[in-house]
């Protein structure tokens, strides 16, 4: 299993980025897929996650309306679209899978919000 994230970087408060992980080495559209994040000195949380198929997706209140999570299961990619970013959502976002009962993580891709 390998889960690889891509598409962080620098951005100013209000701004947009959109995350992907590219997942192989499982069924990809057999699992729900998860983002979480993790902010210096903070524990992991949990950000969003979305069914197999996409058809249904949810979301932690700190990011609902600001955040979408999607999935192509054509091309075994997950996606966040992260708007309105503020200072707070600075963090290493990590995507996640569970399989078997193990979770499986990505490296993460670095998110910073700052003017």
């Known amino acids: 299993v390998q889960l690889v994230e891509s598409g962080g970087g620098l951005v100013q408060p209000g701004g947009s980025l959109r995350l992907a992980c590219a997942a192989s080495?499982?069924?990809?559209?057999?699992?729900?897929m998860r983002w979480y994040r993790q902010a210096p000195g903070k524990e992991r949380e949990f950000v969003a996650t979305i069914t197999s198929a996409g058809g249904s997706t949810t979301y932690s209140n700190s990011v609902k309306g600001r955040f979408t999570i999607s999935r192509d299961n054509t091309k075994n990619t997950v996606y966040l679209q992260m708007t309105s970013l503020k200072p707070e959502d600075t963090a290493v976002y990590y995507c996640?899978?569970?399989?078997?009962?193990?979770?499986?993580w990505g490296q993460g891709t670095q998110v910073t919000v700052s003017s």
């Open positions: 080495g499982f069924t990809f559209s057999n699992y729900g």
């Open positions: 996640n899978v569970i399989l078997r009962a193990y979770d499986y």
